[in-house]
């Protein structure tokens, strides 16, 4: 069975500190997706990237990067210089293909506070 | 850019009604979800389909069941409402392995 795993509940940081938001996962499959949502305020999960587990590249947008490493299962998020805005809940999630459809799975998500 | 919609933003229901929230999605994807979410559990798997009139179970299948009759609509029911499925219902769809969301239903069973 496929899990996600957020360790941090809540981060409360200080604007234009860097944080990073840590996620374990746990498959059995060979193939699968990787996943960062957020989910500011107002209530609805924004997508923010996907990662196949075959590119361990690392990715950079804009003040966001993500660190992905297979020999860890993780697939960690890091904001740059925080600001006010950033302050969400942040999911990473976790898609395997099945015999019938592909599955997604959350972690429990990770509070993120900037303050000014 | 991928819409999902789903019926009602609130919902206020009594114990043993039974109720219908509704998602609808405008991009001809294949897989939908239901995820209910609440607070220190994340999001939970209800139901998905991968297909139209199918359906797997996910990881909290009990009290609720699904419709999808057509592939844009997909359907989550609970067919007698009680005090513990107060909760903010998510309806999800996705083609490539990732999952765009709907707005978020606040149900509240009293």
């Known amino acids: 069975a496929q899990k996600v795993t957020q360790a941090q509940t809540e981060i409360s940081v200080v604007e234009k500190e860097d944080v990073t938001l840590d996620c374990v996962y746990e498959?059995?499959?060979?193939?699968?997706?990787l996943f960062w949502y957020k989910q500011p305020p107002s209530g609805e999960l924004v997508f923010l990237i996907r990662?196949?587990?075959?590119?361990?590249q690392n990715e950079i947008s804009g003040r966001y990067s993500w660190n992905f490493q297979k020999s860890t299962s993780s697939f960690n998020f890091t904001i740059t210089a925080s600001q006010v805005v950033d302050s969400a809940v942040y999911f990473c999630?976790?898609?395997?293909?099945?015999?019938?459809?592909?599955?997604?799975?959350f972690g429990e998500g990770t509070q993120l506070t900037v303050n000014p | 850019d991928v819409k999902v919609t789903q019926s009602s933003r609130y919902l206020v229901k009594r114990t043993g009604e039974k109720v219908f929230l509704e998602c609808v999605q405008d991009?001809?994807?294949?897989?939908m979800f239901w995820y209910r979410q609440d607070p220190g559990l994340g999001l939970r798997l209800i139901y998905f389909s991968y297909d139209v009139k199918m359906k797997e179970k996910g990881d909290i299948p009990e009290g609720y069941s699904v419709s999808r009759e057509k592939k844009e609509r997909f359907s989550l029911i609970l067919e007698s409402a009680s005090t513990n499925q107060t909760s903010m219902y998510l309806c999800a769809s996705s083609f490539r392995r990732g999952a765009f969301f709907g707005q978020g239903t606040r149900l509240t069973v009293v």
């Open positions: 498959t059995r499959d060979t193939t699968y997706y």
């Open positions: 999630a976790l898609s395997e293909l099945g015999t019938s459809g592909s599955r997604l799975t």
């Open positions: 991009m001809d994807h294949e897989n």
């Open positions: 990662r196949n587990s075959f590119d361990e």
